[in-house]
């Protein structure tokens, strides 16, 4: 059964940065398609970013990156804003693992910037 499990949530003060981690395991045929989104409270899930975009809102700030003999990707985080305040997700697209019927989801780690 594939799981993602993530970390590196907290509260920080705008300005400084944090470092989100997704631990995947399971039958993972390739992280490379995993990516970041984030839920404020009152709104709609969002891309914050994969390896092929980033939300133009955190372009120059964000960077993910991945540890492929981890199974692992991370969220480097900088000069965050209290707009960055949600709560963060990884996602597993369907067909990168067996059985791969679904999009899997992690838990999710709150992130909140205070001003």
């Known amino acids: 059964q594939v799981q993602l499990v993530e970390s590196g949530g907290g509260l920080v003060q705008a300005g400084g940065s944090l470092r989100l981690s997704c631990a995947a395991s399971?039958?993972?045929?390739?992280?490379?398609?995993m990516g970041w989104y984030r839920q404020a409270p009152g709104k709609q899930r969002e891309l914050v970013a994969t390896f092929t975009k980033y939300a133009d809102s955190v372009k120059g700030r964000f960077t993910i990156s991945r540890d492929n003999t981890k199974n692992t990707v991370y969220l480097q985080m900088n000069s965050l804003k209290p707009e960055d305040t949600a709560v963060y997700y990884c996602?597993?697209?369907?067909?990168?693992?067996?059985?791969?019927?679904?999009?899997?989801w992690g838990q999710g780690t709150l992130v909140t910037v205070s001003s």
């Open positions: 399971g039958s993972i045929f390739s992280i490379s398609s």
């Open positions: 996602n597993l697209p369907s067909r990168t693992y067996y059985p791969g019927y679904v999009e899997v």
